[in-house]
């Protein structure tokens, strides 16, 4: 959507599915936009909608993207994950050379981090999943193509960006609406699992502002995009509780089911060179964020609740 506002021309890659993917309805009404059919991991038919397509630039926002899931399906996420990267910068050092390459590279890299630290570019990666094992591999070979064949690839390392639109089993989401949705009469708790963890919230609209911005620039680099500011899982429930006027301790359960074999118990970023760099500033912060995800859930669990009754 942003690069539709921007006037550029966009083709759109989802697999095939027998149900619609509904973030990509909300731009297939756009005459700039072009689905195509596709599956990222399709050694060849990657490359050849980069031949095809010659495009000038490439957002690889593909993933297996749910961590704890990736513990699962080890296999599948490195696919996804890593191996389709290696097509895609395949593709484009052949039939495109100088599109300019985003991976969306992550937090999760950093793994094991002592609680209190910053972490920038030159932060050590311990990855702790499979999904962040698989992303080290994408984010290595980005840096592989940028030196060997002069590639403006760059790799994007966001800590957790959140919106209305995301998925129902990440943890905001799930506070959000699990907490409307207890507030409308509907579900009586919600069930989650590490409420220790801490994270750096931001808002997916910032984030896609900085990917773009990294492509704008003369030369490919990596860079962290994050607010600075933290706060603990129970912190986001205890805060939606607040605005819905509940008492948290009476919302959530714990259920062992959503807890990691290994999780990243703590990540605060330190996004100061792509502020000086790009001059890329979030105008959200997590208190923002969980604010308007709860008023867009509660507006929904009170349409289903006026529907069925
Ligand atoms: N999903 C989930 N569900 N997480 C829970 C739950 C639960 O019921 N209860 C506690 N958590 C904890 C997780 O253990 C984790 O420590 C934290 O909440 C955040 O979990 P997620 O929202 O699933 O996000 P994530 O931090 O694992 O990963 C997200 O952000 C990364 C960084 O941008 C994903 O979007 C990744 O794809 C992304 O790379």
Redesign the pocket.
Known sequence: ELLLTKGYEVYGVSRRSTRENKNMMNSEIHQRFNHVTMDVTDASGIPALIKDVQPDEYYNLA?M????QSFKEPNTTLMIDGYAVSCALEGIRIYAPNCKFYQ?????LYGKVDEGESLNEQSPFRPR?P??AA?LYAHNMVSVYRDSYNMHASCGI?????SER?GL??????ITNGVARVKCGIDRH??????D???DWGHAKDYVEGMWMMLQQESPDDYVLATGKTAS?RDALEYVCDLADLDFKNVYKI?E????PA???Y?CGDSSKAQRVLGWEPQHDWKSLLSAMYKHDLTAAGREVYTYR
């Open positions: 993933a993207s749910h961590v704890g969306a590279s992550t937090s999760e999943s999904y962040a992303k966001l800590f957790n960006h959140e995301r089993n990440f943890v905001t989401r799930k919600v069930s989650l699992g590490n409420i963890a801490i994270r899982v259920n089911k959503f807890m990691r999780d990243v118990p990540l």
